[in-house]
């Protein structure tokens, strides 16, 4: 018997945007029922043969007429991307949790909503990723690590065995984590950098071994007053 897809709308039309809609478009459990942006220069663009539409503000109306109940947020920057998770449980929709097919997935991972896999990444045993996380491209995450709230793991990043990753954080294309290490939320890994200790929270690092090269100062709305 043939599986059902289903629909699913694809919130962002840049770079980012046209890598997770390359991953729904290999798999088989999604059906992309379009692509919206906020950016007017975008409207009647296409993203690998799927249209975009401008969206306007009204998320729900949008999600009804092009018969979805799941969004996909295609959008790298970690707070922008928490601000429309929250927009897509406003308007009484489900966040999609995309896994490319070529990604490795033990059965013993337990993964949130709104989780973005993309392809080649590998995610060991015993970890967990919360919602709104991504993963990117080709990026190793062993077993037992804890990946927070709306975090971002760079393509190539290796994180080996009981990392955690704070709400937040980013970890940087290419930098490898030690075991037992926590990153801090709200701070920022660099690329290619090798963290040996802890990342105290607001933290940029970089280098090898890693040292604290400045302030990550953005911070979400809730978190300023």
């Known amino acids: 018997m043939e599986r059902t897809r289903k629909r699913v ?14 991953a ?14 906020e950016d007017r220069r975008k409207d009647g663009s296409e993203i690998l043969k799927v249209p975009v539409t401008l969206f306007e ?11 979805c109940e799941y969004v996909a947020i295609a959008i790298g920057d970690n707070y922008t991307r928490s601000e429309k998770f929250e927009l897509i449980r406003s308007a009484g929709l489900a966040a999609a949790t995309v896994v490319h097919p070529s990604a490795h ?20 045993a015993g970890t967990v990723i919360e919602d709104n ?59 290619g950098a090798v963290v ?7 933290k940029i690092v970089c280098g090898v071994p890693a040292q604290v090269t400045g302030e990550q100062t953005r911070r979400m709305e809730m978190e300023k007053r």
């Not at 997935?105 to 060991?124: C, H, M, Q, Y």
Request: aromatic share 8%; hydrophobic share 40%.
């Open 24 to 37: 729904i478009l290999c798999g088989e459990e999604w059906e992309i029922g379009g692509v919206i942006d």
């Open 57 to 67: 503000g009204d998320l729900s109306r949008m999600a009804q007429r092009l018969r």
């Open 133 to 191: 996380a991504c993963v990117n491209t080709a990026a190793s995450v062993d077993h037992d690590n804890y990946l927070e709230y709306s975090c971002h793991i760079f393509p190539n990043a290796t994180l080996t065995g009981s990392v955690h990753v704070g709400e937040f954080a980013y970890v940087g294309a290419g930098a490898v984590i030690k075991p037992n290490v926590t990153v801090q939320k709200y701070s920022y890994v660099g690329a």
């Open 9 to 22: 709308l694809v919130w962002g039309a840049g770079g980012h945007g046209k890598v997770v809609v390359d």
């Open 196 to 202: 040996l200790h802890d990342v105290p929270e607001g």
């Open 105 to 124: 997935l033990s059965r013993f991972v337990k993964i949130g909503d709104g989780v973005i896999i993309l392809a080649g990444a590998t995610v060991n």
